[in-house]
């Protein structure tokens, strides 16, 4: 259902001179309103980050789908983008920001190593961001295309149509202790296991 | 080559505290006296007909071989003899590793050391600051590249995010930080509550017990003297009380204006920064340590992930390290594709720290100009590669690929049309008011401190040393081309724009010129040592079959041996150093990093400007962090 103009069926903003009221589902317009005016918060890190500028340069436009505010301080920030990998040491520093942001909040993970170490599969690097705080949308690559990038966003905004303000569970804020897993230690190890080639790769000769 | 004349100069001056010397690839190593090395590395760098006045890298070695010691490497460079030399120190492992620091010779020692300390534990005697680097400092788990440090680490996954997590950045809030903020008064009440909390601090207690002696000028003189320890009431009595105290101000870790994940904790004189203190390692993925684990060929794309912006260039230069190492002479057209490589991405890495610079300093249209032209330059890429930004281009002894169908037009076209680009950036920018006021006279470097802080590429010219490793360590036939190398004459953010602006220009004229003598012919050594052969003799021919296997399956196996291979990024000099013990599989792979060494004199060129202009010439740099912190 989308929004009535003076209940004449009418989309909204075609008809000039009609009566100024709108019918509507609460949770559509409060969809529609959040899912387009995104403000990123670009917890850029390493390759992806160019990657993501390149988004938000001349060619593929980032404004197109109501994202072109940067917002580098989390308090006024939607969603989060962690573009790049997560050594240990930055840990606390995104735990920290996604604490920061306000509900409504949704993280995207862009690229491998975001999304699971990617090649780096050692003694440095978080096996995945989502360890450290829940993620919404994983967007393959190393680094993703643009376009990929661009793809993750619309699923994101996909995924905002379909909430309801009314499921209150949605949206309440998890303040955990700085220190604490959010995940059972079992889970984050088994998150971290090695896959596929990096298996074979733990000798050095 | 033949042995540096050197080794026989410094076993006249010094006897027997000259140990054994040998030639590898070219490259002379001298083995040195532990308790000697300050000395002798002292008298290189001074006795005229040495003048190894250029610390190019420290870095060291564990190898496999358990019973063989640790040695400590100084990779040295005469910038008027144009000749390199390698001195080492063995740590046998049943001692102390210690070694005298060389930070009283070079102050580019400062930072190279403290991460020799960080990754191995050596302890450098006489350091006016040996912290770890890279690692947090409360980081428990070892000194990660020594060889009985797991690559995964020692703890498991869950307890390295708790630990990690637990490593809060204000429960290590460095100890010179907070000694700073209690020399003047005390902390403030809410930091104070929570680092009691968090057991940092007893509660009631004062905390800077510690004096630092952070070296930020010259010749070891420590600054902190100037307010700290028994003079502080003396020394805060001579200034007018104007209610305030200086205020600890923390940029970063994450910050539009820092380029990366690099965080500075700036000590404000009202508005005047006093000191600067870079805190690096945020990105720190541990490249070296997974080299060692992986077969030459697969480290290449390790290396697209160092230096992200200027992808093809780290590739040429791995590739150029192993060849080094083997002995491989690779083809003509090989060469000439490579330096194209080179250029290209010198291009686009200037490119984008023009961008972001011109935004950091308040104008957002050229950052726009200059992705439309990185965009030209990832077409290019991408149909050469396949690759927008992880090109993985080369391979020891050749390329990946030849270049496609329509590459060589389009990338004349874009030698036509990008000085077009150029040529408005220069109109917006070069004589701007408002760009030369941010720019002119900050940060500036005389050519003697800039060589005094290993500082390389754009860095090291625009303070007037004409020192690029294409001109006076040729590769790729480079003194072949015609091109110039920019210099600037007051090293300050200025004149860092305009050769960086400059080098665009040479770097066009270098395309065409490749362009213009590409040569056919293969791209890859007739060698299947390191090339595979082609499929379709890999499907019908025994021989060639077997040669394909054992490459896929076992590597390129390189002779004993090591080798430094240096080119020139964009960055700086950008060195690869190998050391080979005749396996598959590198013993140590060390990348040296112009980035990381350039940064490291920051606090040096912040000191006394304006909080304002801090940004600025932290963005004169041209930092990634990828590399600083690989």
């Known amino acids: ?205 | 080559m033949g042995m540096n004349p050197t080794v026989q100069a410094l076993r006249e001056r010094f006897g027997p505290r000259i140990g054994r010397a040998l030639v590898s690839c070219g490259d002379t190593i001298v083995y040195v006296d532990r308790e000697a090395v300050r000395e002798i590395l002292r008298w290189l760098k001074e006795t005229p007909g040495q003048q190894y006045n250029y610390l190019v890298d420290i870095t060291a070695v564990e190898y496999r071989d358990p019973e063989r010691p640790l040695e400590v490497v100084y990779e040295l460079f005469s910038l008027d003899r144009k000749v390199p030399l390698r001195v080492k120190v063995e740590l046998p492992k049943d001692q102390p590793l210690e070694v005298d620091s060389v930070v009283p010779i070079w102050q580019g020692a400062n930072w190279l050391e403290r991460e020799v300390y960080d990754m191995f534990g050596i302890t450098f005697r006489g350091h006016p600051d040996l912290r770890r680097i890279l690692m947090w400092e409360t980081y428990s788990e070892g000194h990660p590249l020594r060889k009985d440090f797991p690559l995964r680490g020692r703890f498991s996954r869950s307890e390295q995010v708790r630990q990690a997590l637990g490593a809060s950045p204000e429960a290590h809030y460095s100890k010179e930080e907070l000694s700073i903020a209690d020399l003047y008064h005390d902390l403030p009440a809410d930091m104070r509550e929570r680092l009691v909390r968090q057991g940092v601090l007893e509660a009631g207690s004062r905390i800077g017990s510690r004096t630092v002696e952070l070296t930020v000028g010259e010749s070891g003189a420590a600054l902190a003297p100037a307010w700290g320890g028994a003079g502080t009431a003396a020394a805060v009595a001579e200034e007018p009380d104007f209610g305030g105290d200086h205020m600890l101000v923390n940029i970063g870790p994450q910050h539009p204006a820092t380029h990366g994940v690099l965080r500075l904790v700036v000590e404000l004189d009202g508005e005047v920064v006093v000191r600067c203190i870079p805190h690096i390692g945020y990105l720190h993925s541990g490249f070296e340590k997974l080299g060692e684990y992986r077969h030459y060929n697969q480290i290449i794309p390790l290396t697209d992930r160092t230096d992200y912006l200027s992808p093809m260039a780290n590739n040429v230069g791995f590739a150029m390290a192993v060849e080094k190492l083997m002995g491989i002479e690779i083809t003509e057209r090989c060469k000439v594709l490579r330096v194209i490589a080179c250029e290209m991405s010198r291009i686009i890495s200037h490119l984008i720290w023009m961008g972001t610079t011109a935004i950091d300093i308040g104008a957002f249209t050229p950052f726009l100009w200059t992705f439309y032209e990185r965009e030209r330059i990832y077409n290019l890429q991408e149909a050469w590669t396949g690759a927008r930004l992880t090109t993985s281009l080369t391979r020891v002894g050749g390329m990946m690929a030849d270049i496609p169908d329509g590459f060589v037009e389009g990338l004349r076209e874009f030698c036509r049309t990008f000085p077009k680009t150029l040529a408005e950036v220069d109109r917006v920018l070069t004589r701007n008011g408002i760009w030369c006021a941010r720019t002119q006279g900050l940060g500036a470097l005389t050519a003697e401190e800039a060589i005094n802080h290993s500082l390389s590429g754009p860095m090291l010219r625009a303070s007037g040393v004409p020192y690029d490793v294409r001109k006076d360590r040729p590769y790729l036939d480079y003194e072949t081309y015609d091109f110039e190398i920019p210099v600037g004459e007051h090293g300050d953010v200025y004149d860092r724009y305009l050769v960086r602006f400059e080098e665009l220009r040479q770097s066009t004229r270098i395309l065409e010129q490749a362009l213009d003598r590409l040569p056919d012919g293969p791209i890859n050594v007739d060698d299947p040592r390191v090339i595979l052969p082609p499929k379709s003799a890999a499907m019908n021919d025994m021989e060639a079959m077997i040669f394909h296997f054992k490459q896929v399956m076992e590597g390129v196996k390189p002779p004993v041996g090591e080798a430094y291979f240096p080119i020139e990024n964009g960055k700086g000099e950008l060195g690869n150093y190998l050391v080979s013990d005749g396996t598959a599989k590198p013993v140590r792979w060390r990348i040296r990093p112009p980035s990381f060494i350039n940064l490291s004199a920051l606090p040096k060129m912040a000191q006394g400007h304006l909080l304002a202009d801090l940004i600025a010439i932290n963005a004169s740099v041209d930092i990634v962090m990828g590399e600083v912190d690989r």
């Open chain 1, 1 to 205: 259902m989308g929004l009535n103009v003076g209940g004449s069926g009418k989309k909204l903003g075609v008809v000039a001179g009609s009566p100024n009221w709108i019918t509507t589902r609460l949770d559509f317009l409060v969809n529609w309103a959040r899912a387009n005016s995104l403000w990123p918060m670009p917890f850029g890190t390493a390759c992806c980050a160019i990657e993501f500028m390149a988004t938000a340069a001349g060619r593929f436009d980032l404004a197109r789908f109501g994202m072109e505010r940067m917002s580098f301080s989390p308090r006024q920030a939607d969603v989060l983008i962690c573009a790049g990998r997560l050594p240990f040491k930055l840990a606390p520093v995104i735990r920290r920001i996604y604490d920061q942001m306000p509900q409504p909040k949704w993280v995207i993970s862009m690229g491998a190593c975001a999304s699971t170490g990617g090649v780096f599969d050692n003694y440095a690097m978080v096996q995945g961001i989502d360890t450290i705080v829940p993620v919404d949308v994983y967007v393959p690559g190393c680094p993703p295309r643009p376009e990929g990038l661009l793809y993750g966003i619309l699923l994101l905004q996909k995924k905002i149509r379909g909430e309801s303000i009314t499921d209150r569970s949605l949206r309440e804020e998890q303040l955990l202790d700085q220190t604490a897993l959010r995940l059972k230690p079992e889970t984050v190890d088994e998150l971290s296991e090695p896959f596929g080639n990096s298996v074979h790769q733990t000798r050095s000769a």
